[in-house]
């Protein structure tokens, strides 16, 4: 089942040194795991290093070194479905707002300046998509197990019932 007790981890990737280390306090006092890139090609390695332990967040910048925030979402999406991905930008980026929605899944976007508390309920509002999609994977791959298992002894007691059957039959005749 789902560790509950594991902190939740969080990806920050901002070419801002001073966004990413303020991002990252905010993780860590709410008890997150936070890591956290400038480099989105170092990002993206480790992303994919940990595909059987997933972010369950990854909070990124609009401009990065080499690649706008929501081609790298994309990226990251591609990588790992299941993390949630936030895109942070100033407030005069309205057409990378409009970009990263219509061109990338992402599940929140907040504008800086932002509040310390916003992005604590973001977290949280992602934290709980997480879990409840890793929690339906789980019972999913449990009620296909326990189907698969009715069906073996469904069949056994099939072949059961037909042996029996049989051997009324050939009883009658004697």
Known sequence: MLNETK???VMIV?????????????FVSIDWEAVSHDSPSDALELLDKRRSSPFVLIVCGV???GINGSDFLAKAEAISPLTRRMLVLPRSENKALIE???STDIHACMTT??????LVSKAEN???EFTSIKKKEIYKRLVKRQNQELFLKSKSLKHKEEKLAEQLKTRKKK
């Not at 300046?113 to 916003?118: A, E, G, L, M």
């Open 126 to 128: 992602a934290l709980y």
């Open 7 to 9: 902190k939740p981890t």
């Open 113 to 118: 300046p932002f509040d310390k508390s916003d």
């Open 14 to 26: 901002d070419s801002d040194p001073s966004q990413r280390e303020m991002m990252k306090q905010i």
């Open 100 to 102: 990263a929605i219509n």
């Open 63 to 65: 401009n990065l070194n």
